[in-house]
T-cell receptor
Framework: DGGITQSPKYLFRKEGQNVTLSCEQN?????MYWYRQDPGQGLRLIYY???????QKGDIAEGYSVSREKKESFPLTVTSAQKNPTAFYLC????????????FGPGTRLTVT | SQQGEEDPQALSIQEGENATMNCSYK?????LQWYRQNSGRGLVHLIL?????REKHSGRLRVTLDTSKKSSSLLITASRAADTASYFC?????????????FGSGTRLLVRP
């Protein structure tokens, strides 16, 4: 059963704590992405990775960090430097190159109080 | 940077009616994609139209692309209550070799039974 998984579905943290969101795919995709979605808004790109051991900043990378040690995994750490971390976080993967659709995970809703 | 902008922001129709959503974008594109998101879930790819195509069909979906006007429309025919969701357009541009997608802010569709 191929797909992309994110865990946990809901996450609660106290302000000042770092938190890591998991994203795993078994679609053999080279590219992976992290997006942030705020209520009633579209998706904004945080980080993306075209290949293992390489990643690039998206439009809103400040306060976030990622790693890509394995093709299947692209975890996102929300650090205490992120000023407004409460949001819905979506991970996606795709084949690399033109004209490819992205496959999305179910998302993680992070609440920081 | 926001590339696609959907119109209207929200749409409410009766089951059985057609729903039309529009997307406008600013720069040249390789392709334009439409995605659907049920409340609190990940996005699901609906259809991809390339810059050299003018119209595509998939089941009850019809997408048009007018590159001279930098706009696209998504038509859902004979709508059902299950079509209630948010719909997003996304583009990637020929000037951007990273093949990133830029998402619009979405149209929220409510289909009343």
């Amino acid at each position: 059963d191929g797909g992309i998984t994110q865990s946990p579905k809901y996450l609660f943290r106290k302000e000042g704590q770092n938190v890591t969101l998991s994203c795993e795919q078994n679609l053999n995709h080279d590219a992976m992405y992290w997006y942030r979605q705020d209520p009633g808004q579209g998706l904004r790109l945080i980080y993306y990775s075209q290949i293992v051991n390489d990643f690039q900043k998206g439009d809103i990378a400040e306060g976030y960090s990622v790693s890509r040690e394995k093709k299947e995994s692209f975890p996102l750490t929300v650090t205490s430097a992120q000023k407004n971390p409460t949001a819905f976080y979506l991970c996606a993967s795709s084949m690399w190159g033109q004209n490819h659709e992205q496959y999305f995970g179910p998302g993680t809703r992070l609440t920081v109080t | 940077s926001q590339q696609g902008e959907e119109d209207p922001q929200a749409l409410s129709i009766q089951e059985g009616e057609n729903a039309t959503m529009n997307c406008s974008y600013k720069t040249s594109i390789n392709n334009l994609q439409w995605y659907r998101q049920n409340s609190g879930r990940g996005l699901v790819h609906l259809i991809l139209i390339r810059s050299n195509e003018r119209e595509k069909h998939s089941g009850r979906l019809r997408v048009t692309l007018d590159t001279s006007k930098k706009s696209s429309s998504l038509l859902i025919t004979a709508s059902r209550a299950a079509d209630t969701a948010s719909y997003f357009c996304a583009t990637d541009g020929p000037m951007d070799s990273s093949y990133k997608l830029i998402f619009g802010s979405g149209t929220r569709l409510l289909v009343r039974p």
